[in-house]
Structures are given as structure tokens and as C-alpha cells.
């Protein structure tokens, strides 16, 4: 069984509509992360936890939201999805007591706003 | 802040020859290291990485990188290329003491003509 899960894995949708991205992870990692993935712009963060009750923005947290329900789950939404939030979404762990940071990846989710 | 910059989006190599895929970072404090690979269709698999000691790292598949400290580079090698080496390929830093994240770079897609 994978360590870190991703639901769906394809998602079509339309503009305006209300989206959540949803990620599982048996790992027991207490942090947890959702980057975007755009071709030719690499991975970019777009909301960190480091526990339960910690959320941070990354660099483009615009537009994103975020909900951690428990150290297994990290929920990411759109609220109101918009064609250039079409993109390759990524969530990853890491071990914040060791590891140097090493953060293992999800499977990915191709999300496509119309 | 960190950054990081990979030199060619594209790569192309021959099967059995080198492989030589460039990093090179900005920062200001000693950094840790990280190359990721994503093969077609699945998420990033950690392929190295960089803490302290060895300057020489090894990691899976018979890829290695070497940290130079005075170039500020971390470029990925592979004396001969299989086909299955096809994918795209991820440099990531983060510093040490410092912030948790990561930063990656924009991607090399590396392919393998036969």
C-alpha cells in the first residue's frame, strides 16, 4: 500500500465550483505540505503544516486553502476555481524529528478547470 | 533566501552515455541537498541527497552527485544511461537551522535516445 495517498486522482471541473484536493498519509509524519507543479516552473509550495494546529502560506497561497484534521490528513481547497489554478498537485511528508527534511510525495493530482 | 537554478530544461543523451544534469544553488548559510525524480505519470521519488560529510553522495539507480561548496553546485551523474532513466529530474535545497522547506529548482527533463 502507497505511504502517502491522493484523492481523486483527475479531477475536471468548471470555473467558479468548489474543489478539494484531499491526501492520506500512513507514514506517521507530523508534517505535511501541497505544492502545484506547472511545466517549466518546477514544484511550488502552496500551504506547510508542521502538526495539527500549525498551517503556514507558501509562496502562493493565493487563491488555496487548507485544513489538517488530523496528523494522517491535509486537505487542500479552491474555493471558487479559476483556469490558471489547472496544474499538477503534489502532496508530500516529512519527518520533522530526523531525515534532514527528506519529504516523500503522493502520486499527484491532475486537476483541469474549464 | 535559498535558490536554486538547473541548467537545461532538456537534457538529451545517447544509451550508455554520461549523464550529467547541473544544479546549482544560492545560499547563505551551508544547505542540504536533494535531487528528486519523477518518472511520466507518478510522483517524486528521492534520488540523493546531501547533509553533511562526504561531499560525494551516491543514491539509487547508480546516480551520484558531488557537492562543491566553492561552486555552489550539486550536479547529478551517470557514467552510462539506460532508457529507463528517462524522466524528469528535480534539484531541491534547504537550508541548514534554517526553514523546514524545500525549494526546488524548475526541472531537467532528461531523455534517453536508444
Known amino acids: 500500500d502507497a505511504d502517502v495517498t491522493q484523492t481523486p486522482r483527475n479531477r475536471i471541473t468548471k470555473t467558479g465550483k468548489r474543489i478539494m484536493l484531499e491526501c492520506s498519509q500512513t507514514?506517521?509524519?507530523?508534517?505535511m505540505y501541497w505544492y502545484r507543479q506547472d511545466p517549466g516552473l518546477g514544484l511550488r509550495l502552496i500551504y506547510y503544516?508542521?502538526?495539527?494546529?500549525?498551517?503556514n502560506k507558501g509562496e502562493i497561497s493565493d487563491g488555496y486553502s487548507v485544513s489538517r484534521q488530523a496528523q494522517a490528513k491535509f486537505s487542500l481547497s479552491l474555493e471558487s476555481a479559476i483556469p490558471n489554478q489547472t496544474a499538477l498537485y503534489f502532496c508530500?511528508?516529512?519527518?520533522?524529528?530526523?531525515?534532514?527534511?527528506?519529504?516523500?510525495f503522493g502520486p499527484g493530482t491532475r486537476l483541469t478547470v474549464l | 533566501a535559498q535558490s536554486v537554478t538547473q541548467l537545461g530544461s532538456h537534457v538529451s543523451v545517447s544509451e550508455g552515455a554520461l549523464v550529467l544534469l547541473r544544479c546549482n544553488y544560492s545560499?547563505?548559510?551551508?544547505?542540504?541537498l536533494f535531487w528528486y525524480v519523477q518518472y511520466p505519470n507518478q510522483g517524486l521519488q528521492l534520488l540523493l541527497k546531501?547533509?553533511?560529510?562526504?561531499?560525494l553522495v551516491k543514491g539509487i539507480n547508480g546516480f551520484e552527485a558531488e557537492f562543491k561548496k566553492s561552486e555552489t553546485s550539486f550536479h547529478l551523474t551517470k557514467p552510462s544511461a539506460h532508457m529507463s532513466d528517462a524522466a524528469e529530474y528535480f534539484c531541491?535545497?534547504?537550508?541548514?537551522?534554517?526553514?523546514?522547506?524545500?525549494?526546488f529548482g524548475k526541472g531537467t527533463k532528461l531523455t534517453v535516445n536508444p
Open positions: 508530500a511528508t516529512s519527518d520533522g524529528g530526523g531525515s534532514y527534511n527528506e519529504q516523500f
Open positions: 507514514k506517521g509524519h507530523d508534517r
Open positions: 503544516s508542521f502538526d495539527v494546529k500549525d498551517i
Open positions: 545560499s547563505s548559510v551551508p544547505p542540504y
Open positions: 546531501y547533509t553533511t560529510g562526504a561531499t
Open positions: 531541491a535545497v534547504r537550508t541548514q537551522g534554517g526553514s523546514e522547506k524545500l525549494v
